[in-house]
T-cell receptor, first 114, second 112 residues
């Protein structure tokens, strides 16, 4: 069974640019969550999508957005990049219904903003 | 605001030592406490705890939840260099609509 796949794995952007990250969940999983991880901050929750609808949102500015497609694949977009957006962006999936529990994580997309 | 706190944030031990990692939470409508291990990139699931006082064990790792104290501990006995990782604690709410809130993690280094 294929795991959660995130692309690209690494990318370098400059301030002011925008970036789109992609996440393909495990087959059958309908919930996709995105997290930002920086040293010392742990995993900060960005948003969660379930059946193409944003079900939950963290405390990030509007420059961070996302969407989910009918096949449960999700993308997140960051516009007008700032130096502080440099981080590892992790995507996690699960079935999304019933008991909240184990999240299955991808390897992450490492974004560096210069 | 919901939050999860972990301590210590980092520690260095020698192989063979026993370590205890702490996690405390303040989460509305709390349901379960999760532990993850992050070695390189993707965190991997260790335990899910929902009942107070019941220890979960996997090899040299064990964990227990105390709902009265709103806390959990993760114990690792006879540590090995392969245990070096970031250990993440997370708390979930009762429904699928609740966020999974992560703590900052404890960075464990096991030296030979």
């Amino acid at each position: 069974k294929a795991g959660v796949t995130q692309t690209p794995r690494y990318l370098i952007k400059t301030r002011g640019q925008q970036v789109t990250l992609s996440c393909s969940p495990i087959s059958g999983h309908r919930s996709v969550s995105w997290y930002q991880q920086t040293p010392g901050q742990g995993l900060q929750f960005l948003f969660e999508y379930f059946s193409e609808t944003q079900r939950n949102k963290g405390n990030f500015p509007g420059r961070f957005s996302g969407r989910q497609f009918s096949n449960s694949r999700s993308e997140m977009n960051v516009s007008t990049l700032e130096l502080g957006d440099s981080a590892l962006y992790l995507c996690a999936s699960n079935w999304g219904t019933g008991t909240t529990g184990e999240l299955f994580f991808g390897e992450g997309s490492r974004l560096t903003v210069l | 605001e919901d939050k999860v706190v972990q301590s210590p944030l980092s520690l260095v031990v020698h192989e063979g030592d026993t370590v205890t990692l702490n996690c405390s939470y303040e989460v509305t409508n709390f349901r379960s406490l999760l532990w993850y291990k992050q070695e390189k990139k993707a965190p991997t699931f260790l335990f899910m705890l929902t009942s107070s006082g019941i220890e979960k064990k996997s090899g040299r790792l064990s964990s227990i939840l105390d709902k009265k104290e709103l806390s959990s501990i993760l114990n690792i006995t006879a540590t090995q260099t392969g245990d070096s990782a970031i250990y993440l604690c997370a708390a979930t709410g009762k429904t699928s609509y609740d966020k999974v809130i992560f703590g900052p993690g404890t960075s464990l280094s096991v030296i030979p």
